[in-house]
Each structure stands twice: as structure tokens, then as C-alpha cells.
């Protein structure tokens, strides 16, 4: 099983940019699609982003398409999540995931990260 590690996060000011960073060890990372999760205070997780093991197949949910990017880089072991022009309702814990499989088949992932906080400030 892959092991993952975000960092990246922190506070902004509504309108600003931060990039999260997700670094996996174990398995080999190109075997998985990746993801990108959160949770608000007080609101369930949910999905934000995926990514195929080549990067050629994306998926966003509404309210972030245009904003943020996600981005891996196979022979670092990494992925990434750009986030620009922040809300205050983006406020959350990340969560970086891995699925089973190579594509994102809007199934569970198979592993979670520890998360990392982002505050937008209005």
C-alpha cells in the first residue's frame, strides 16, 4: 500500500493562491489515480479533484473548475493541488487520496493522508 503526505497548507487572504503537495512512498505511484478531498467545519468530506496515473484524464468538482489544478509528477512521487482566487468557503482540510486502480472510477480511495488546513480569510 502507498503512504501519503500533504503539506502546502495554511492561511490566505480571499482571492489569494496556495499549492498543496502530496508525497506517496511504498507502492508505486504511477499504479494509482490520485485525488484531492476536503472537509469543512461541521460538513462531510468531499470530492474535489482526481487525476489518472498519466495526468491525461482530470475531474473537478463545479465549484472549484477554473480555480484550482492538480498536477503529478510521476517520477517525483507527488501531486499536486493549485489552488487560485480562494474563497472563505474554501476553507477545509485537505485530504490527499489514492484509488485502487489507475483511473478515477468515483469509487472510495483505497488511502487517505493525515490532511493539511487551509483558512481563506475574507
Known amino acids: 500500500q502507498v503512504q501519503l503526505v500533504e503539506s502546502g497548507g495554511g492561511l490566505v487572504q480571499a482571492g489569494g493562491s496556495l499549492r498543496l503537495s502530496c508525497a506517496a512512498s511504498?507502492?508505486?505511484?504511477?499504479?494509482?489515480?490520485m485525488g484531492w478531498f476536503r472537509q469543512a467545519p461541521g460538513k462531510d468530506r468531499e470530492f474535489v479533484s482526481a487525476?489518472?496515473?498519466?495526468?491525461?484524464?482530470?475531474h473537478y468538482i463545479a465549484s472549484v473548475k477554473g480555480r484550482f489544478t492538480i498536477s503529478r509528477d510521476n517520477a517525483k512521487n507527488t501531486v499536486y493541488l493549485q489552488m487560485n482566487s480562494l474563497k472563505p468557503e474554501d476553507t477545509a482540510v485537505y485530504y490527499c487520496?489514492?484509488?485502487?486502480?489507475?483511473?478515477?472510477?468515483?469509487?472510495?480511495?483505497?488511502?487517505w493522508g493525515q490532511g493539511t488546513l487551509v483558512t481563506v480569510s475574507s
Open positions: 511504498g507502492r508505486t505511484f504511477s499504479d494509482y489515480a
Open positions: 487520496a489514492a484509488f485502487s486502480g489507475s483511473y478515477y472510477r468515483r469509487e472510495s480511495p483505497e488511502v
Open positions: 487525476i489518472n496515473w498519466s495526468g491525461a484524464d482530470i
